[in-house]
T-cell receptor, first 114, second 115 residues
């Protein structure tokens, strides 16, 4: 079983829809949670960063972390065709030999059609 | 443009060969990370260097090695290449190491094809 599970999709939505992307994880030591966006053949770009549980909003993006359920979400409001990309969740924890390591989900392919 | 520069962008080589991938981090960033992305394994952490010293190690094969030089650029050496090593190799950098909250910036990647 992978430490981080993410539904690969693909997910196709009409422009303007609310998109919900999710990841579950098994390692309770994870404390830092991130969402990256990756366009085809490009490097991942950090969208959201959250420490521990709670919500964080940035423009059309909202990240939620529920550590008790080991579940994180990214919501995209008013989705645009330019949001079409692969979305990767990532997690990390402090200390020990894993310092600096991000553990990624498989990524969800999102297409927003006009 | 993230400011992280990777060369070469594309590389085709034969099995058994050795290649070197190069990374220049963003100006001022002390940490360099190497990740491998393949279709079946996703994005996997290989190794991290901080100011010239190895800081963390992931599932990096013994055939692979890396180093960070005094000018902070880094090289990833892949030897005795196998077909399964074909992947996109990313370098990333940050000011410090995790989990200080520093943003990690990824380069555009080096696409390696082993034939």
């Amino acid at each position: 079983q992978k430490e981080v599970e993410q539904d690969p999709g693909p997910l196709s939505v009409p422009e303007g829809a609310i998109v919900s992307l999710n990841c579950t994880y098994s390692n309770s030591a994870f404390q830092y949670f991130m969402w990256y966006r990756q366009y085809s053949r490009k490097g991942p770009e950090l969208l959201m960063y959250t420490y521990s549980s709670g919500n964080k909003e940035d423009g059309r993006f909202t990240a939620q972390v529920d550590k008790s359920s080991k579940y994180i979400s990214l919501f995209i409001r008013d989705s645009q065709p330019s949001d079409s990309a692969t979305y990767l969740c990532a997690m990390s924890y402090s200390g020990g030999t894993s310092y600096g390591k991000l553990t990624f989900g498989q990524g969800t392919i999102l297409t927003v059609h006009p | 443009d993230s400011g992280v520069t990777q060369t070469p962008k594309h590389l085709i080589t034969a099995t058994g060969q050795r290649v070197t991938l190069r990374c220049s981090p963003r100006s001022g960033d002390l940490s360099v990370y190497w990740y491998q992305q393949s279709l079946d394994q996703g994005l996997q952490f290989l190794i991290q260097y901080y100011n010239g010293e190895e800081r963390a190690k992931g599932n990096i094969l013994e055939r692979f090695s890396a180093q960070q030089f005094p000018d902070l650029h880094s090289e990833l050496n892949l030897s005795s290449l196998e077909l399964g090593d074909s992947a996109l190799y990313f370098c990333a950098s940050s000011v410090g190491g995790l989990p200080s909250g520093n943003t990690i910036y990824f380069g555009e990647g080096s696409w390696l094809t082993v034939v």
